[in-house]
């Protein structure tokens, strides 16, 4: 058992082999009762594998893990009880209603009448999906499939809730309404624990582990993720951002330039370089008018920044 005492859940080691492929490679992280702790990283990262490693779904090739104190190989049924899993493609029934799909997973949960008759109403005003009771599963908005999906995923009271990109084709609103939920819930005692490739959403979490090719590169408070990075971040503003990228990637003391959105991100290392002696540079290719000046990074930003030294 994990000698953790805070800790809900827990890996050590954690490996996961398909053939010549390490999808997870010895992943160590603790996730402490409360808190809201994302898994962040591109397609391919190891993230889904990783969830269902933790869920029991997928047996290590090497490592434990614990939630809730119990050995996720050995005591299988033991985790599945305090857990909720959503996948993301969750098993929703398109012909069944926001109400029969409710029932029918009450159904496989053993939900008595009485617990029914308390929790199920509960869910449906707090997800404010009551007016939507009789209508088909297959008829509902992106984000009101994935408010019925975590109505069903919290039925049997779990105390970890694991959630794959809950929000992965959301739109912007409804996003926000499910991280409304989630903070809810967090604040009834309910540890979360997410997977996102949005690093805007990770900024949400209390602790962000980023992940690459299998690999927990770093794991942290997104404050302090952001404090970690050793270079300058600088945003530039030109009229011609491909030839300011091409001319600022050729200057001393740049570690790169990279593309975001309508602005350039250019992480520069101090004492080797200044804003003030770049901004000269791009002037003097008759690049101007020019703004350049120093800004508090993204998470997007270190996340870019530690995976080009990996």
């Known amino acids: 058992m994990s000698t953790q005492a805070l800790s809900v859940v827990e890996a050590r080691d954690l490996t996961r082999r398909f053939g010549a492929v390490t999808a997870v490679d010895r992943l160590n992280l603790a996730v402490t009762r409360g ?22 779904l997928l047996d290590p090739s090497a490592g434990q893990a614990w939630v809730d104190g119990h050995d996720v190989s050995r005591d299988a049924d033991a985790v599945k009880d305090r857990i909720g899993y959503m996948a993301q493609r969750f098993g929703l029934y398109v012909d069944l209603t926001v109400d029969e799909n409710m029932s029918f997973y009450a159904d496989l949960f053993g939900l008595s009448k009485p617990e029914r008759g308390e929790l ?44 794959d990109e809950p929000t992965n084709g959301v739109d912007p609103v409804s996003r926000r309404d499910f991280w409304t939920l989630l903070y809810q819930l967090v604040k009834e005692g309910m540890t979360v624990f997410v997977t996102t490739a949005y690093l805007d959403e990770a900024e949400r979490c209390d602790r962000v582990g980023l992940m690459h090719r299998g690999q927990l590169i770093c794991c942290d408070t997104p404050s302090a993720l952001k404090r970690r990075l ?32 309508a602005v350039l991100h250019l992480f520069l290392t101090p004492g080797q370089t200044s804003p003030e002696i770049l901004k000269k540079a791009l002037l003097e290719k008759g690049l101007g008018p020019v703004e350049l000046e120093e800004i508090e990074p993204s998470l997007e930003d270190v996340f870019i920044a530690l995976i080009r030294g990996v």
């Open 230 to 261: 050793p270079q300058v971040c600088c945003e530039v503003r030109a009229g011609n951002l491909r030839r300011a990228r091409e001319v600022l990637a050729g200057c001393p003391g740049v570690t790169s330039v990279e593309p975001a959105g």
């Open 35 to 56: 808190e809201v702790f994302g898994l962040v990283g591109p397609d391919g990262a190891g993230k889904t594998t990783t969830l269902r490693l933790l869920c029991g």
């Open 120 to 163: 199920m109403p509960r869910l449906l005003d707090m997800t404010r999906m009551g007016p939507f009771r009789t209508r088909h599963a297959g008829k509902l908005s992106g984000g009101m499939k994935q408010k019925l999906a975590l109505m069903c995923t919290l039925l049997h009271r779990p105390r970890v809730l694991f959630l």
